[in-house]
């Protein structure tokens, strides 16, 4: 039995697809169909259902699985320990971060961590909140980035930054600045107008909620969204107002698409962190990630 084979059953597993299986292991969709082949062929029984899409699991196939993620860990744990001794990085990174994080900002920091350590295999998956904490969980990543992280349960947390949150206006609102990004306003003037807002499930939706309480202005929800970028949109189009990180607007402001406005309270920020599994030592080619990171965003 290959191990490679085994690598690429755990990847259709937990992508549930063939396809991107492939493309995370930059090998063909045919050759990722017959590793699992093989290693059904070898059991005697089908570990993937594939009569359904999404592909989902049978009960051997959950077994195998929840057995071989263990196993491969294990593996990647031992590697880890004999390259660290002649100071080697190398190994596989599974990075998953929330939409928002930057992606202007991740593209230059995986390029150029993919050109100073070639010998690390990079995957970096933009999802949902939830879906960044589950792929930690279930062991499918092992690295997360999300905002507003949390020290608690199974995840630690290590801080990265904190992003000054703006209010952001439509070019033609009657509180628009002249210069698109240099006014400051206090929270007063969102009072009733129409929001464009986080989903209410999220964590920054709550924390912005909070704020908005705490300077006792209520405005009239309209939307609600679980990423900056439909927010953007949906202000560009006139729908309403946001309050959104500001890094994720710079490229808005420059052509004039959007406004924002400094709210004027220091508190108002979006803390950015990496996640990873509690009781689970991270690989030096995750910490070398960390630095790059820490490295490219220095102060802002």
């Not at 051997?60 to 491969?72: E, F, M, P, T």
């Not at 860990?73 to 590697?79: A, I, N, P």
């Not at 020290?151 to 600045?177: D, N, R, S």
Request: aromatic fraction near 6%.
């Amino acid at each position: 039995m290959h191990l490679r084979n085994v690598e690429l059953f755990c990847e259709v597993a937990s992508r549930s697809s063939f396809s991107k299986a492939a493309e995370a292991h930059q090998v063909s969709q045919s050759a990722a169909s017959q590793a699992v082949q093989t290693l059904e062929d070898r059991l005697g029984t089908v570990l993937i259902d594939r009569s359904q899409r999404p592909l989902s699991l049978t009960m051997a196939g959950q077994i195998y699985y929840d057995g071989c993620r263990h196993l491969l860990e294990t593996f990647r744990q031992v590697e880890e320990q004999v390259f660290a001794i002649n100071d080697r990085v190398t190994g596989r990174l599974r990075v998953a971060a929330i939409y928002s994080v930057g992606l202007i900002e991740m593209a230059e920091s995986v390029s150029e961590y993919r050109a100073t350590y070639p010998d690390v295999s990079l995957s970096v998956d933009y999802l949902h909140p939830d879906a960044v904490s589950q792929r930690i969980l279930n062991g499918d990543a092992d690295l997360g980035i999300v905002s507003f992280p949390r020290a608690a349960g199974e995840f630690t947390v290590v801080p990265w930054l904190e992003q000054k949150m703006v209010i952001v206006l439509p070019p033609g609102h009657p509180q628009a600045p002249c210069n698109g990004s240099d006014g400051c306003r206090s929270p007063e003037v969102l009072a009733g107008e129409p929001f464009v807002g986080f989903c209410s499930d999220l964590r920054i939706r709550r924390q912005i909620d909070r704020w908005l309480k705490t300077a006792g202005v209520s405005v009239d929800v309209v939307h609600e969204f679980d990423n900056c970028e439909h927010i953007k949109r949906a202000v560009e189009a006139g729908s309403g107002v946001a309050i959104l990180p500001e890094p994720t607007l710079r490229s808005e402001v420059a052509r004039g698409s959007l406004v924002t406005l400094d709210p004027g309270t220091a508190d108002w920020k979006r803390p950015l962190g990496f996640i990873h599994r509690r009781n689970r030592q991270l690989t030096t080619a995750a910490q070398r990630f960390i630095e790059k990171l820490e490295e490219t965003t220095d102060g802002q």
